[in-house]
């Protein structure tokens, strides 16, 4: 995030968009109103970019961990004799399922 050119109440606010699971939320952690942050978001590019790039970020991130997961699952399905063929599939599924749904 390209920090240098928001005040410390925006910074605060681009963290909140990533860690509230609302705008309201996301304006009472910054010590922000709603309004406040849809103004920014409206009329400061700096801000809307920064809150922009930090959810780019946050979804790579995710992305990265939820492949590093599917390969521990793909080496389970491969590698245990002990689990049923019916668990194999099903799981199998979910993560073919999940791979498509992250491509879109």
Do not use: Y
């Amino acid at each position: 995030m390209k920090s240098d050119k928001l005040n410390p109440r925006q910074r605060k606010a681009v963290v909140s968009f990533l860690e509230e699971p609302t705008i309201a939320a996301a304006a009472q952690a910054a010590g922000v109103t709603e309004n406040t942050l849809f103004r920014w978001l409206d009329q400061d590019p700096d801000f809307a970019n920064a809150v922009r790039d930090a959810r780019k970020h946050a979804v790579e991130r995710a992305i990265g961990r939820l492949a590093g997961a599917a390969v521990d699952a793909v080496e389970w399905l491969a590698n245990d004799p002990d689990t049923p063929a019916r668990v194999r599939i099903q799981t199998a599924t979910a993560l073919l399922s999940g791979l498509e749904a992250l491509r879109g």
